[in-house]
């Protein structure tokens, strides 16, 4: 797990951008489907699926995702949360897929500091300690769901987090 986390974290000195498509570093940004990819295929886990929602497939095939549906970052749904998850959303952009799974992350679990929750990826635009960031970074993680439909407007939902196979067994 150390080594994983710790080969996530590298790639935040590289100041590599968000690029849609990208799953190597060399080509100076990654997506977030990508960056996952990238990180367990360099950490010997080589059947993982390319995007994101494949991500989610392999994870709830193998039994090891935890569906959240509170909005509460207190919320019992993420009892089994560990450094190491991956992190799914949907509706980050706009695409026909199913399952509609459009954004992944890993976790990295609470800061010493803050004991806020954090998480690591590449994003077009999420936040970390109140500052936007693009591409590949450390990001706040909140536990955030829409509260009401928005008709028209893409709502960012997070759907839950698993562990991946053969990490910890």
């Known amino acids: 797990m150390q080594k994983l986390l710790g080969s996530a974290l590298e790639l935040t000195t590289r100041n590599l951008d ?3 498509g990208s799953a190597d570093p060399a080509n100076g940004g990654m997506d977030c489907s990508g960056f996952v990819y990238y990180v367990l295929n360099q950490n010997g886990m080589t059947d993982v699926p390319r ?4 991500q989610y497939v392999w994870l709830r095939h193998a039994g090891r995702f935890e569906p959240v549906l509170s ?6 749904e993420l009892d089994n949360l560990q450094p190491g998850d ?4 949907t509706g980050t952009y706009a695409i026909e897929r199913d399952p509609p799974i459009t954004h992944a ?10 004991g806020k929750r954090v998480m690591v990826g590449s994003s ?5 300690q ?3 960031r693009n591409g590949v970074s450390v990001f706040d993680f909140k536990n955030q769901r829409p509260s009401k439909p928005d008709n028209g407007k ?3 939902t997070f759907i839950g987090y698993g562990h991946i196979p053969g990490l910890r067994e």
Not at 51 to 54: A, Y
Not at 71 to 76: G, P
Not at 86 to 89: D, G, N, P, R
């Open 18 to 20: 968000y690029k849609y």
């Open 105 to 114: 992350m890993i976790y990295l679990g609470r800061e010493k500091k803050t």
């Open 71 to 76: 909005r509460k970052d207190d919320s019992f």
């Open 86 to 89: 991956l992190l799914f959303w």
């Open 130 to 132: 109140g500052e936007s």
């Open 51 to 54: 995007d994101s929602s494949g």
């Open 124 to 128: 077009d635009g999420r936040v970390y």
């Open 154 to 156: 893409l709502q960012p």
